[in-house]
Structures are given as structure tokens and as C-alpha cells.
């Protein structure tokens, strides 16, 4: 160990030393637990410190997964609020009526992102249901999700908004998906592309190869070029009902275990949230 005073050398030590305790020692827990000590424990009696990893680790024996991301849905049917958009996302699927370019606006926690995930799951499903719904545990599924799949690609828009972004997306769309019939780009925050990258964009999102699918989402689809929403089929998500909020935190609260001290108490959250889930 080295570097300048002060820094933990006998949290570190504490954490590590711990971390040889545990059997498996290439686990994501035992290394969550060594950054978590290094960054939380202070400069005390090394044994002290154990003790501390080893309430930490007792009390959070499995990672914690926040309750945005572990209730987010995974299938149309769990999509809240916006049955109108999935029923028809679901039949165009069923009927063979694929567009290639989707604009999902809204506003932030609704599930514009969520929604598109679920579509390029279900368009690259290799054991689809009847009900257009993914099946989740096959490859292309579960590709989707880990963040793996070679045929999902998901843009940041916010971050990759240069002209020479863009070039690289055009030059990557001519290649064939590695398997399934669609290879399917999400660009999130579509907004926040330069105008020189929107016009880059303009001629591959007319007329992208037959096997490429576009999926834009936005918060903000006023800042959209006009050439750009008319070469799009637009979906724009409703804010959540009070009610539905209501319902999802009771849901919620009830599946882990939470109570709440006052029953006002969900409906004040669900005021606060303003239409969104995820707030």
C-alpha cells in the first residue's frame, strides 16, 4: 500500500484482510465490500474496522439493487398507464407492420426507455409469445438486458452528439445483425444532437437498411428538426395518474416489505412525483 497520509491505510488493510475471509474471493460482494470499506471506514484500530466490514457485511449479505431499476418493467403488461402505446406496439408486431423509425417523447421516469427496450426485445425475441411479449431467457432477450447484445445498440445522445458520432452509427448500420432478422438502435435524448449531426442522420433515418430499426426518445420534442419528426411514427407517453402512483407504491411497499406509518403517505409521494414513476 502506498500514497499520502491519511488516506485509510488501515481501512484498506481491514477490508482486505476480510476479504481473504471469504470463500469466494473473485465475487462481486467481496470486492463491493473492500471499495465500500475504503471509502466509508475511518482511521481506527485495525480490528475495530474488521468488526465494522463485518457488520456491513452481515447486514447487506446481497448487492442492493435500487427500487427504480429492480421494479422496472420487463414486459408490455408491466408498462403502467400506457396501454394505448404498448397495444400498439404489440400489433404492429403481430401484424408484421414494423416501421423503421420510432419516436418515443414524454416526460423523465415514464417509460419511454423502458418501453423501447422492451419493443427491440421483442422484435429480436427468438421465442416470442403469443401476445407479442419477449420470453426474457433467450439469448437475444437476455442480451438486451446484460447490455451485451451486438444487435441492441443504445446511444447516449447527450454524449455522443458529434457529426463524427453520427458518421460512425451510418458506417455501422450496413453490417448485417449477427442473428435475428432486425438490428435495432436506441438513441436516447435525441434532442440533444448538434444540427449538423440531425442532418448527418437525416438520409440513413429515411431509408435505413430493411434490416435496421431507429428508436428515438426525447423529453424535449420541440428542440426535434421538423425533417426529423416527419420521418418518424411518434408515440407520446402520458404522465402517470395519481392513482396509478398510489396503486404501484402500495404494490411496491407491500411485495418488500415496507410499511408505511400513514396511509396519506403514498398519496403524498405520488403528488410529489408529478406524473413520474422513477421520481
Not at 183 to 194: A, C, F, G, N, T
Amino acid at each position: 500500500l502506498e500514497g499520502s497520509n491519511g488516506v485509510g491505510f488501515h481501512s484498506v488493510w481491514a477490508a482486505a484482510f476480510f476479504y481473504f475471509e471469504i470463500p469466494d474471493q473473485n465475487s462481486s460482494f467481496s470486492l463491493h465490500y473492500q471499495r465500500l470499506a475504503f471509502v466509508n471506514l475511518t482511521l481506527i484500530d485495525c480490528s475495530t474496522n474488521l468488526q465494522i466490514v463485518y457488520i456491513i457485511a452481515r447486514e447487506i449479505r446481497l448487492s442492493y439493487q435500487v427500487l427504480a431499476l429492480k421494479w422496472r418493467p420487463r414486459l408490455f403488461a408491466d408498462a403502467i398507464g400506457q396501454e394505448a402505446i404498448t397495444t400498439t406496439l404489440k400489433n404492429s408486431i403481430n401484424g408484421d407492420k414494423i416501421g423503421h423509425a420510432y419516436l418515443m417523447t414524454g416526460t423523465r421516469g415514464i417509460g419511454k426507455t423502458t418501453v423501447a427496450r422492451i419493443f427491440a426485445k421483442a422484435l429480436r425475441c427468438s421465442n416470442r409469445t403469443p401476445e407479442a411479449e419477449p420470453c426474457l431467457v433467450c439469448d437475444n432477450c437476455t442480451g438486451i438486458d446484460s447490455g451485451q447484445s451486438l444487435d441492441f445498440i443504445e446511444i447516449d445522445g447527450a454524449s455522443n452528439n458529434s457529426v463524427d458520432d453520427i458518421r460512425d452509427l451510418i458506417e455501422n448500420v450496413q453490417y448485417l445483425p449477427t442473428n435475428g432478422k432486425y438490428k435495432v438502435y436506441l438513441i436516447d435524448e435525441i434532442h440533444m444532437l448538434s444540427v449538423n449531426a440531425f442532418n448527418a442522420l437525416l438520409k440513413t433515418l429515411e431509408e435505413p437498411p430493411k434490416h435496421v430499426i431507429f428508436i428515438l426518445a426525447t423529453t424535449d420534442p420541440q428542440k426535434l428538426l421538423g425533417t426529423v419528426l416527419s420521418r418518424c411514427l411518434r408515440f407520446d407517453f402520458r404522465n402517470a395518474k395519481e392513482d396509478d402512483l398510489v396503486n404501484h407504491l402500495n404494490n411496491i411497499a407491500k411485495t418488500e416489505g415496507i410499511n408505511f406509518e400513514n396511509q396519506t403517505i403514498p398519496k403524498v409521494l405520488a403528488k410529489q412525483g408529478k406524473g413520474s414513476f422513477r421520481d
